[in-house]
């Protein structure tokens, strides 16, 4: 059974860094795209970024563009999100997501939460 | 604001059947995916492509598209089907994806 775990949330200041990971189990991770999802508290899941199976090709919403960046290496089955110049509105649960063909989201982690508090 | 539109709640007495739906542009060009979330989990996906179940969803869902809308149909509701649903599809530019806003069911 595919497995992802997520790691890296806490709380942080506005203005400062998280680097998020996704560890990849019992997959050919690099025979998938995957993507970070977030849901604010009390509020619906938000599309944050994806990345294509090589790492060769990203894609950001418009709220995290130029803030996030997200990576992989497929070497260590691993997923990241850098986040930087965080905002109170980034406070989140952020999970991570793997993609079958047409971007169908057929697996998640449990999730990993994101404070954004002074 | 969300390029996929869904009516934020519906409610369905026990046993019935309930259709949600999920409007937007780009699904004239792609297919919808559905999740179904309760509180305190990760969604789940229960139907995506023109009507997939992924292996051990039950086959009182199923999916359905028509123009700009896409549909999941739970026929004979039962109490565990109450949560949120979401669809989920690309926007109008194919590279990236968008979240309608959600549906919560309840189960009468």
């Known amino acids: 059974e595919v497995q992802l775990l997520e790691s890296g949330g806490g709380l942080v200041q506005p203005g400062g860094s998280l680097r998020l990971s996704c560890a990849a189990s019992e997959l050919i991770f690099s025979g998938y795209a995957m993507s970070w999802v977030r849901q604010a508290p009390g509020r619906g899941l938000e599309w944050v970024s994806g990345i294509s199976e090589s790492g060769g090709n990203t894609y950001h919403a418009d709220s995290v563009k130029g803030r996030f960046t997200i990576s992989r290496d497929n070497s260590q089955n691993t997923l990241h999100l850098q986040m930087n110049s965080l905002r109170a509105e980034d406070t989140a649960v952020y999970y991570c997501?793997?993609?079958?063909?047409?971007?169908?989201?057929?697996?998640w982690g449990q999730g990993t939460l994101v404070t954004v508090s002074s | 604001s969300s390029e996929l539109t869904q009516d934020p709640a519906v409610s369905v007495a026990l046993g019935q059947t309930v259709r949600i739906t999920c409007q937007g542009d780009s699904l004239r060009r792609y297919f919808a995916s559905w999740y179904q979330q309760k509180p305190g989990q990760a969604p789940l996906l229960v139907i995506y492509?023109?009507?997939n179940r992924p292996s051990g969803i039950p086959d009182r869902f199923s999916g359905s598209s028509s123009g700009n809308t896409a549909s999941l149909t739970i026929t004979g509701a039962q109490a565990e089907d109450e949560a949120d649903y979401y669809c989920?599809?690309?926007?109008?530019?194919?590279?990236?994806?968008?979240f309608g806003g959600g549906t919560k069911l309840t189960v009468l």
């Open positions: 997501a793997k993609e079958r063909n047409g971007g169908v989201l057929d697996y």
């Open positions: 492509g023109k009507n």
């Open positions: 989920h599809s690309r926007d109008s530019s194919g590279n990236h994806r968008v």
